[in-house]
C-alpha cells in the first residue's frame, strides 16, 4: 500500500464518523472522491466520479424516447433490489437539480420503491456528463446514443427529438454523427413528421417506397399509424 494511502487511512480510523449525521457523511465520500478524481488519470472519464446526491435533485427529462413495458420495468426493480445498483445514473447540472441524461428508469426505481429507497437512504448514484456536451442539442444525442446502444428507443419520440434538432439548426450529417444512424433514415423520420420544410432544402433526396422497407422500417411505419389512427 502506498505511504500517502496509508496516511489517509490512519487518519480516518482516527476520526470519529460516528458524531457525523448521514448527510454529513455523504458528504465526506463525496469530497473525499472528488479529491481523488482530480489526481485520477481517468479525471476526463465522467465513470471516474460517482457521487451519492439526494433523489429529489434528480429528475428526469422530457425526451427520453426510451419507453420501458410493466413487465421490463419490474424486472429492472428486482435486479436492483437483488444485484444493487451496478450502474450510476448520468446527468447534467441544471440551474437548482440534476437532469437524467440516461438511467431514467433506473432513477425511478431508486425513487419509487420504497424498499429500495430506504436502502440508498434516499439518494442516488448519478455522474455528471462532460462539461462541453451540456447544450440542449447535445443532451438530447447524448440520451439517444446511450439508448440505442442498448437497442432500446421508439420512432414516435425519434421523430421528436430529430425535428427538435433540425430546428436548432442542425444538419442531417450532424444528427446521423450525433445519433448514430444513417442521413437517410433521418430523412425518413423528419418525413414521417409532415413537416416538409424540415428537409426542403436538403441536398440528399434518396427516394424510398415501401418495398425498399427493412422490417425494422415496417416496424416503425406500422407503429406511427397505430399511434396517429384517427387523428
Not at 435486479?79 to 440534476?98: C, M
Not at 423528419?190 to 441536398?203: S, V, W, Y
Request: aromatic share 4%; with cysteine.
Amino acid at each position: 500500500m502506498h505511504p500517502l494511502v496509508q496516511l489517509l487511512r490512519s487518519q480516518i480510523e482516527r476520526t470519529d464518523l460516528s458524531s457525523l449525521s448521514l448527510h454529513e457523511h455523504v458528504a465526506l465520500i463525496n469530497d473525499l472522491r472528488a479529491v481523488l478524481h482530480e489526481i485520477s488519470p481517468f479525471a476526463s472519464e465522467p465513470v471516474d466520479l460517482v457521487r451519492w446526491v439526494l433523489a429529489d435533485q434528480v429528475q428526469g427529462n422530457a425526451y427520453n424516447p426510451n419507453v420501458v413495458a410493466p413487465p421490463e420495468m419490474e424486472l429492472l426493480r428486482l435486479s436492483i433490489d437483488a444485484d444493487g445498483f451496478t450502474q450510476p445514473l448520468v446527468a447534467n447540472q441544471e440551474d437548482d437539480h440534476l437532469e437524467v441524461i440516461d438511467g431514467f428508469h433506473r432513477h425511478r426505481v431508486g425513487k419509487e420503491y420504497p424498499a429500495i429507497q430506504e436502502r440508498l437512504h434516499g439518494y442516488l448514484p448519478v455522474v455528471q456528463i462532460r462539461s462541453d456536451r451540456v447544450d440542449t442539442g447535445d443532451r438530447m444525442a447524448s440520451t439517444i446514443r446511450h439508448n440505442r446502444a442498448r437497442g432500446k428507443h421508439t420512432v414516435v419520440a425519434m421523430q421528436d427529438i430529430v425535428v427538435e434538432l433540425r430546428r436548432r439548426n442542425w444538419s442531417n450529417e450532424k444528427i446521423g454523427k450525433q445519433l448514430g444512424m444513417e442521413e437517410d433514415e433521418v430523412l425518413r423520420l423528419c418525413q414521417m413528421t409532415g413537416l416538409a420544410e424540415l428537409f426542403a432544402d436538403d441536398d440528399f433526396s434518396a427516394s424510398w417506397d415501401i418495398d425498399d422497407l427493412s422490417v425494422s422500417d415496417e416496424e416503425a411505419l406500422a407503429e406511427v399509424a397505430a399511434l396517429t389512427e384517427g387523428v
